[in-house]
């Protein structure tokens, strides 16, 4: 018992975020300082995409790609059922919530976690890391073409489609360059691994306290009431069981083996904080980014934590 609560422990990634979130609320970034802060942060996210596409072995991914069916499942997962649980989802909350949860449903797949608890449950390692990666890459131009269609359908906060050319020139466009500097700096991106990971990690704090900083100023918690934001935590982990379970059942009614299972299930059930916080950065404007990417944060926590503890009850308890 005391090995599974230590495993719902917060991690200091999160906990950094959950700062990020406390010093905007108290401290948050106003005026020039704002502006130049705004500038770094977008400078911080295209090097970020740029380390991605320079780390991402091309050929790890062309090993996994003939594992078509697999990659079928994570996709439908990813970019079909999410986004239709999300829309059935649009009509039953507020639209403060509603928005930030449809948008949370069409994101890509998390690339680092998902391999880690893949390989930490005995799965398919390899099919991972294609299905995860090929989550993001398809995320860039998917995510925001899904969030402008399901958003203006519904009848909620519509995006400017004319957002998807800034997607492109601050997030794909340094990932490209990643990859085609990758035959000389990709041995030095590896040997580096835990430095960039620094890049990672911290461009996503700045995006979120610069984020909350404008939510903030914009009333973000005096729009929030107490009652909205419990019921945020409830349609988050309503939404993760639904993924975790349905994937599971999926893959098995499939006839995939164990193995392949626990990656479908890692890698379909799961929602990238690292993709989510650029996107909504470049597709929202203003107070809105804030209110959008908090349910993107409380997923994240909630999927490391029930992740955690599913991949190490499968590693004990193998093919279960």
Known sequence: MNQWL?????DGYSMAIVGMVVLASVLPAKGTFAEHFHSATNL???????????????????????????????????????????LGL??????????????????PSTIQSSIAFTSMAGGNVPAAICS????????IFLTPLLVGLLMGTSGGAAVDMGAIKAIILQLLLPFATG????????????????????VDRGSILMVVYGAFSEAVQG?????????????????????????????????????????????????????????????ANVLFAGPMVGMVVLPVMLFHQFQLMACAVLAKYWAEHKAQ
Request: aromatic share 10%; glycine share 8%; hydrophobic share 55%.
């Open 132 to 139: 995860a990666s090929a989550s993001n890459m398809i995320g």
């Open 6 to 10: 230590s495993r719902l422990k917060p």
């Open 219 to 279: 009333g973000l918690w005096s729009q929030l009431p107490a009652a909205t934001l419990a019921l945020m935590v409830v349609v988050n982990l309503g939404v993760l069981a639904c993924a975790m379970i349905g994937t599971n059942i999926a893959a098995k009614r499939l006839g995939f083996s164990f193995e392949d299972r626990a990656t479908i299930v890692f890698c379909g059930s799961k929602k990238s904080l690292a993709s989510g916080v650029p996107i």
């Open 179 to 198: 990859q085609l500097l990758r035959p000389w700096i990709g041995a030095w991106a590896g040997r580096h691994k835990k430095l960039l990971s620094y």
């Open 44 to 86: 911080a996210i295209a090097l970020l995409f740029f380390l991605h596409g320079a780390r991402l072995s091309r050929e790890a991914v062309l090993a996994g790609m003939t594992h078509w069916r697999l990659h079928l499942a994570v996709f439908a997962s990813t970019f079909v059922a999410f986004p239709l649980l999300g």
């Open 90 to 107: 649009d009509h039953l909350l507020p639209p403060a919530l509603a928005a930030g949860v449809l948008f949370l449903c069409c994101l």
